[in-house]
């Protein structure tokens, strides 16, 4: 499976972004599908899932209630939408494919990343 992440840029605070992730290889409708940032000096840190199905979804309490995970299996594509940016949410943003959650050592396959940055 190969990702490639698109979307980020920069932002003022309270703006909105949104990214994508395009996919080929192995049927990815297969795969959970995750998004996690990282920000300069720290670890990667989970920010949302979505199920192979689309049923279920997951967000980190950071950004519960302002971004939204979604995908699109007929294109192989997943989304999040990112509304009421903050400066804290400045970071390269990662997807993920895989059969894990909310763990990043769960995830098999990663795309590039794609900077957000959030003025203030």
């Known amino acids: 499976v190969q990702l490639q992440a698109s979307g980020g840029g920069l932002v003022q605070h309270g703006g909105s972004l949104r990214l994508s992730c395009a996919a080929s290889g192995r049927t990815v409708s297969m795969y959970n599908m995750a998004w996690f940032r990282q920000a300069p000096g720290k670890e990667r840190e989970f920010v949302a899932a979505?199920?192979?199905?689309?049923?279920?979804?997951a967000y980190a309490d950071s950004v519960n209630g302002r971004f939204t995970i979604s995908r699109d299996n007929a294109e192989s594509t997943v989304y999040l939408q990112m509304n009421s940016l903050k400066s804290e949410d400045t970071a390269v943003y990662f997807c993920a494919a895989g059969t894990g959650w909310k763990l990043v050592r769960e995830y098999e396959y990663w795309g590039q990343g794609t900077q957000v940055t959030v003025s203030s």
């Open positions: 979505i199920t192979w199905s689309g049923g279920r979804t």
